[in-house]
């Protein structure tokens, strides 16, 4: 596979090296230096001062695999042993830029004979140089070991300035919103130690009466425990001011806590939602709960602090296809139940994925005390080198010395999988299944047995096709075999890898092929296979230390690991030589997704110290990148769009513009690589908003209506819009018989917009506005208010919907609601209004009481409606044939006839009869239109038998509906057909005109009333023709009728109305008649 373009990217871990260059601008001089980056970089930034400077050399640093030396030793040898000179400043003419690191005289051999002076050193132990060596870890005991002062970064020293700010305005719910590996839990204990006049930036204990007495963690994930212990009693910011405290000690002592307050000290208590359950209290958590508490902190919280706020945002979502979202939402309510037990002074929540609570307002501006991504913590550290080059350049800093050392950069692939993989998941997904890799990682049981079966995949030679190529030992040019590629081994890239899998199954399945098939292997042979979440998971890994601990050995002994996991270890907890991820999991929300790749970007970073005890150390940074492998390309580049909107949100930025320069930044700190015809290239923000766009056209409109926030809030504070809302169908109904447009008129009567008390009742409820009357949870009472807060989330998107097709049907062009109703009063936007059903009102009232987040929302799918509506990157008919499939129903009347179905019915014409019509200028009409189906299946077939006959006056269609009018048209403005043939009246006016008992000559009049030689457009169904047969235009009557009255509830005992079409068509003098039937009826006998 071509790797050039991404050749310069990859650099890996990156070993302290010596170089050497020379410069024309000092001549006779060697400039000898050492780093701890890229030499490339280094001499990159040198070349600032001495662009024509030209490199001598470069070399290891190291004397042995965990040993190394600085340049200060070479410069030793060169002076001390070869008595090279070095550079004065007062040699140099002014302005030449000056170091202290050029010898007269010497050469490269030169070095390269320092260097082996200096490793001959260390083998014989002679002690002349100094050499550094990783720090090792003391054993465990009671505490454990402390790493000394932890200094805050500047962006957390903000943070806890913010929280400071916040509690003095007696603020007393606040969030911290900063990405994964941000340091959370440090920054959170720095708070609690800033409480009531505390001292927490100097290294000094807390004064009597100051900082938190009494910290409390609540934590859904028992596995982050480990992770708030090293914070508290390594770091000595914490470690002499607070006792550390778990279940397991009150379990031990209930007392423990209480005792250890009241003589006088601080503790900080970690506790999960497991702990807390029970409909009584817990023996050892009573006196606990006595305890004022100073500061409660939320550990990864991502739905809200209290049910209310839980009901306003998280029964909007609809991605409840994982376990992790369903536990989520599971462990908000406990959470909810958690808080109210404690009397908590400041509750403080952390999570670095809180996009849904974002939509909510729980929090203000004041309460969220830090907003940090990724992107921040690299800027920052780019600033921090870019302010400081000069300094570096001259050995005055270290590169260590930047707050920010170590934060790896993460390349990210996204890979189709292998071809065999490719096809099966091909045919899954046309065969209907969703949820794709769920599939093709499905073992043959997902429970254990005694068979082992769950210990097989289903489909196993696809698995183990996909991981030879993944291993190299077989290649496939859409999947680069990255563990067989040079540049990654030499960067000593992907060591220790995490595999995320769906099944726990999953991962009994795949240790076991890959642990039978090791021989077949090239690489993946080489890693030990680490099974912490299968059914057979060993003993020893049933706490996340043991795991942590065998990786750490696997490294020491430099041997390299591959963990299989599911969601286990993938929040809350760090493993600081994972390096690269392997993503094979159904994952649709990007806080779940974020939570697990996330996993792999903290520091790891291991201190070099002397051997001969002095002080100064060096910092060997041992992952300087990180590996993210996403086998669904579609979804990793969905994931970067909601991640950027995301971000764009909370800076108060919109737009597809705006979005655009969010993802370039995105990109360029984290690149995305993808494999093309057996080349790699890099990802481009036009690439990922692309491939959104194409998923985004694969999607009816009612699909992206659900895509929406629903700010249930927000439409509970208008009276007037939740009335309007509570009129509509749904669209999209649970019991999938959703109505559409169909909806009650509004005629003036004011009585008409009031909404059932019920209805209110089951709102408020849903947002904690009726703390004291709700019902509770599980009760007939509560299901039935879930029910009908469903139903109006349902009804609401309906309104999207509408504001959706809007969007697409004007020729204005719009981004937002705002950009709406600046065009909607211009003649032809007030008829879509109409058509449509969207109102000035109604959008006035939803851009006063929705939040920001829904609107932005709102926003962007208005303006990629939009676009879409006007995409001249492709050629009319396949515009057309797109809006088919972005529009598939408008209700149980109205579906859209897909469009091999339009295909199959125009072909039933032999094409002689076809071509015959044609030459002959009769017409075609379409009885029944929705959108245009039958004018684009006509339309193909004619250009393909006589390519440039004119079409523009042949097609004729009666759509259904004013909704169905603005598509249809749209569809003839797309294929340049003339708009005066889709009749102003619609296919029901047929209906209603026959009246209740039609007579034959009923039939008759009506079809006379279509075949008239009139304008189309202008024809009404109160014409008065002549009873004498008039000539038919048309030669083909076609489409799809309604099968019921309109407004009838879709179950086949309704009254049926399709024959009334039928006998129409067969009236209205086309020689040729096609009709869609529902076949059910039709084997039934039902008139």
């Known amino acids: 596979m071509d790797v050039t373009d991404i050749a310069d990217l990859i650099v890996g871990r990156v070993e302290p090296h010596i170089y050497a260059f020379t410069t024309n601008t000092i001549p006779n001089y060697l400039k000898v230096g050492d780093t701890y980056r890229p030499v490339s970089v280094r001499l990159d930034e040198w070349r600032e001062h001495y662009p024509h400077l030209k490199q001598e050399m470069e070399a290891s640093a190291k004397v042995s695999p965990a040993v190394f030396f600085r340049d200060y030793s070479v410069h030793d040898y060169l002076e001390g042993t070869l008595h090279c000179e070095r550079l004065a400043s007062t040699s140099l003419p002014e302005g030449i830029y000056y170091s202290n690191e050029f010898f007269k005289g010497a050469d490269k051999d030169d070095v390269m004979d320092a260097i082996e002076d200096i490793r001959k050193d260390y083998t014989d132990k002679s002690l002349r140089y100094r050499f550094y060596s990783a720090e090792t870890s003391l054993p465990v005991h009671l505490k454990l070991p402390s790493t000394g002062w932890w200094n805050p970064r500047p962006n957390q020293d903000t943070a806890v300035e913010k929280f400071i700010t916040a509690v003095a305005k007696r603020r007393k719910n606040l969030l ?90 601080r503790a900080v208590v970690f506790l999960t939602l497991q702990d807390l359950q029970g409909e009584t209290v817990k023996a050892k958590h ?60 400041v509750s403080l929540h952390l999570s670095g994925t809180p996009y849904r609570i974002l939509m909510g307002r729980e929090f203000k501006d004041v309460d969220i005390i830090s907003f940090c991504q990724f992107t921040d913590i690299v800027k920052e550290q780019e600033r ?69 079966e769950h210990r097989r995949f289903k489909l196993e030679e696809e698995i183990l096709e996909l991981f030879q190529v993944i291993d190299g030992s077989k290649n496939d040019d859409a999947l680069l075999s990255f563990l067989d590629y040079d540049k990654l081994k030499e960067g000593k890239m992907c060591r220790h890898l995490v595999c995320v899998l769906p099944y726990c199954a999953s991962c009994d399945a795949l240790a076991e092929l890959l642990t039978r098939n090791r021989s077949l292997f090239k690489n993946l042979g080489e890693y030990k296979i680490l099974n912490i979440s299968g059914h057979d998971m060993p003993r020893e890994f049933s706490d996340t230390r043991g795991v942590c601990d065998a990786i750490r050995d696997a490294e020491s002994h430099d041997e390299k690991t591959l963990t299989l996991t599911v969601n286990r270890m993938l929040t809350g907890s760090t493993v600081p030589e994972w390096d690269t991820m392997l993503y094979f999991k159904d994952t649709a929300s990007p806080q779940e997704y974020d939570q697990a790749v996330f996993r792999l970007q903290n520091q790891y970073v291991v201190d070099m110290v002397p051997e001969d005890g002095a002080d100064d150390r060096i910092r060997f940074n041992k992952k300087p990148q990180t590996l993210l492998v996403d086998f669904d390309p579609a979804r990793l580049f969905r994931m970067q769009e909601a991640k950027s909107k995301i971000y764009n949100f909370n800076t108060d930025t919109s737009g597809n513009s705006k979005l655009r320069e969010r993802i370039a930044e995105e990109l360029r700190i984290s690149p995305v690589v993808c494999a093309n015809v057996g080349k790699l290239a890099r990802v481009t923000p036009t690439d990922i908003m692309a491939a959104v766009r194409e998923y985004s056209r694969s999607r009816g409109v009612s699909d992206e209506a659900k895509a929406v926030d629903v700010d249930i809030a927000g439409l509970a504070k208008s009276d007037y819009l939740l009335s309007i809302i509570n009129r509509e169908s749904e669209i999209d109904g649970a019991s999938g018989k959703g109505k ?348």
């Open 740 to 1087: 559409g447009f169909l909806s009650k008129p509004y005629d003036g009567n004011e009585t008409e917009l009031e909404t059932p008390e019920d209805v209110k009742t089951a709102i408020q409820n849903a947002i904690g506005g009726n703390a004291s009357n709700q019902p509770s949870p599980g009760s007939p009472e509560a299901d039935e208010e879930e029910k009908k807060r469903k139903a109006i989330e349902a009804k609401l998107r309906t309104y999207y919907a509408r504001i959706l097709f809007f969007s697409f049907l004007t020729k204005d062009k719009v981004r937002s609601i705002g950009d709406i109703l600046t065009v909607i009063d211009k003649a032809e936007n007030k008829r879509i209004a109409r058509n449509t059903g969207v109102t000035k009102k109604v959008l006035k009232e939803m851009l006063k009481v929705f939040s920001k987040q829904a609107i932005s929302d709102l926003d962007y799918k208005i303006e990629n409606m939009s676009d879409l509506s006007e995409d001249n990157s492709v050629d009319p008919l396949e515009r057309a044939r797109t809006m088919l499939k972005k529009f598939d129903r408008f209700g149980p009347s109205e579906i859209v006839t897909p469009e091999r179905i339009a295909d199959d019915m125009v072909a039933l014409l032999p094409d002689d009869e076809f071509r015959k019509i044609l030459e002959s200028n009769k017409c075609f009409l379409d009885i029944a239109g929705k959108m245009g189906e039958f004018a684009i299946a006509i339309y193909k077939r004619a250009k393909a038998l006589c390519p440039d006959i004119d079409l523009s006056r042949r097609i004729y269609t009666i759509p259904t509906s004013g909704h169905a009018y603005e598509f249809t048209r749209k569809v003839y403005e797309a294929l340049r057909l003339d708009t005066k043939n889709i009749a102003t009246f619609t296919a029901y006016d047929i209906h209603n005109a026959l009246g209740k008992n039609p007579t034959a000559s009923d039939y008759c009049r009506v079809a006379n009333i279509i075949s008239q030689k009139k304008p189309f457009w202008r024809i009404t169904m109160n014409d008065k023709v002549s009873a004498r047969k008039t000539k038919s235009p048309f030669a083909l009557t076609i489409g799809n009728p309604p099968y019921q009255e309109e407004g009838a509830s879709g179950g086949t005992n309704d009254a049926p109305i399709y024959q009334d079409f039928s006998r129409v068509a067969a009236l209205a003098g086309a020689p040729y008649s096609e009709l869609i039937i529902k076949a059910q009826w039709f084997a039934g006998g039902r008139e």
């Open 384 to 452: 921090w080198i870019d302010e400081n080059k000069e300094k570096l350049l001259n050995d005055e800093v270290a590169e260590w010395d930047n707050p920010y050392y170590g934060f790896p950069q993460m390349i990210r692939f996204a890979f189709n999988p292998s071809d065999a993989a490719r096809k099966r998941l091909a045919t899954l997904k046309n065969g209907g299944v969703t949820y794709a890799f769920s599939a093709l990682f499905e073992p043959v049981s997902i429970r254990p047995n005694e068979a082992g």
């Open 286 to 345: 009573a006196k606990l709960l006595r305890e004022k508490v100073d500061l409660l902190i939320v550990d990864e919280t991502h739905y809200g602090a209290r049910g209310g706020e839980y009901g306003k945002v998280i029964r909007a979502t609809k991605d409840a296809a994982t376990k992790a979202d369903v536990e989520d939402r599971e462990n908000a309510e406990k959470m909810e139940s958690a808080i109210k037990a404690f009397k908590a002074n």
């Open 176 to 265: 911290m919103y900063a990405v994964m590996r941000f340091g959370k839990s440090f920054t959170a204990l720095c708070c609690a130690r800033a409480m009531y006049g505390g001292e927490w930036r100097k290294n000094e204990r807390l004064a009597d009466g100051t900082g938190a007495r009494l910290v409390v963690v609540v934590s859904a994930k028992a596995d982050v425990c480990l992770e708030w212990r090293k914070n508290v009693e390594q770091a000595e910011n914490f470690r002499n001011d607070y006792q550390f405290f778990s279940a397991n000690d009150l379990g031990l002592n209930p007392d423990a806590v209480s005792e250890h307050l009241h003589g006088g000290g």
